[in-house]
């Protein structure tokens, strides 16, 4: 089989410094149909990000919109970033919050969260477009439990690289020479790049590194990998990824390994099973005592599933929202 072939999970032996290929699973998040990378059966995390989900592109019809309810998070931080449309976050903290293409919304769970994702009621009034990526960053064992905390960082506070036909946009952490101003909790990366035909970008000496291809080609040492790949890296190795005829948009993230392996359950991340037991109790029993203002009336309930450990089979749970 050929780098290619949407059938291979494995990198063709011609790549050098790939340690993995994973190709998405499709999910379904409040009426709309979702590719999820991470976590994968090869990989469960990528430096610390343990959740990575495409949502679209796809349009929504006069009076539909995003339906995500609310529900509960334990144990990491949530990235939303969009290309296309907008999506209205509310969470316990008294958080309202829209999201516009570009921007950044990072929501620290810590020792509990809850919130609710929605398109807004004006939004739905015409046909509209929504596109974007979800992700889920581990937090690291001495800061599972830290307060909850929302903050919201418009596009234009964000670094922008222009070199020859690249063009990347910094979305958290550190690279290319430049700091993001989002706050995080471990040595990370995270990146938007749009490449021309032909432009080449290399990646970050971070200790494990990623690429999600969303659009176009990208080739690496030669061989051509299409759009709906999620490209894993070997530590250490020099690395460029260079866009085929048609150009490429890459999401690009990473980071250290994290501090020791996670338990999944449903949206719940954390580094002792027994707290994932506790927090899966706590929302079956009262919600976790979080309420979100302003979106009181719904929420997902706990799904029957049991907790594992990062390594083995994934314990997201189908249909369940994506941060």
């Given amino acids: 089989m050929s780098a290619t072939d949407p059938t291979d999970p494995m990198p063709h032996p011609a790549a050098p410094g790939l340690e993995a290929v994973l190709l998405p699973r499709t999910h379904d998040i409040g009426g709309f149909e979702v590719r999820r990378a991470l976590p994968a059966k090869q990989r469960q995390m990528v430096g610390p990000f343990i959740f990575f989900d495409q949502m679209g592109p796809g349009e929504f019809l006069t009076g539909k919109g995003v339906d995500v309810r609310p529900h509960p998070h ?22 309202e919050q829209p999201i516009a293409p570009g921007d950044v919304n990072w929501m620290t769970a810590g020792r509990g969260i809850a919130h609710s994702e929605r ?6 009034a015409a046909p509209h477009r929504l596109a974007g990526i979800q ?6 064992k001495d800061r599972e439990e830290v307060a909850p905390d929302f903050a919201h960082h418009p596009g234009a506070s964000l670094p922008v690289l222009q070199d020859g036909g690249a063009r990347l946009r910094l979305i958290a952490g550190q690279g290319w020479g430049e700091r993001a101003p989002v706050s995080v909790a471990s040595e990370l990366f995270y990146a938007d790049a749009v490449l021309a ?5 290399p990646l970050p000496e971070h200790e494990e590194r990623g690429a999600w291809v ?3 080609d990208v080739d ?5 990998f299409e759009a709906g790949r999620m490209l894993v890296f ?9 866009a085929g005829l048609r150009g490429a948009r890459l999401l690009l993230l990473g980071g250290a390994a994290m501090d020791g392996p996670r338990y999944l359950f449903w949206n719940f991340v954390s580094s002792s099973r027994e707290r994932i037991e506790e927090a899966k109790h706590a929302w079956a ?17 706990l799904p029957e599933r049991q907790a594992v450990r990062a390594g083995s089979s994934t314990a997201v749970s189908e249909g369940s929202p994506t941060s």
């Fill in 214 to 216: 969303m659009e176009g």
């Fill in 220 to 224: 690496v040492a030669g061989v051509r």
């Fill in 135 to 140: 992700s889920w960053v581990a937090l690291p």
């Fill in 197 to 201: 035909p032909g432009a080449a970008l």
């Fill in 285 to 301: 029993r009262d919600r976790m005592g979080l309420v979100v203002p302003g979106d009181e009336q719904e929420w997902i309930p």
């Fill in 74 to 95: 334990i144990g990491l931080s949530t990235i939303t970033y969009l290309f296309e449309g907008e999506i209205l976050h509310r969470d316990s903290l008294g958080t």
């Fill in 234 to 242: 070997r530590a250490g190795d020099a690395v460029s990824l260079k």
């Fill in 119 to 124: 398109t807004a009621t004006a939004r739905r």
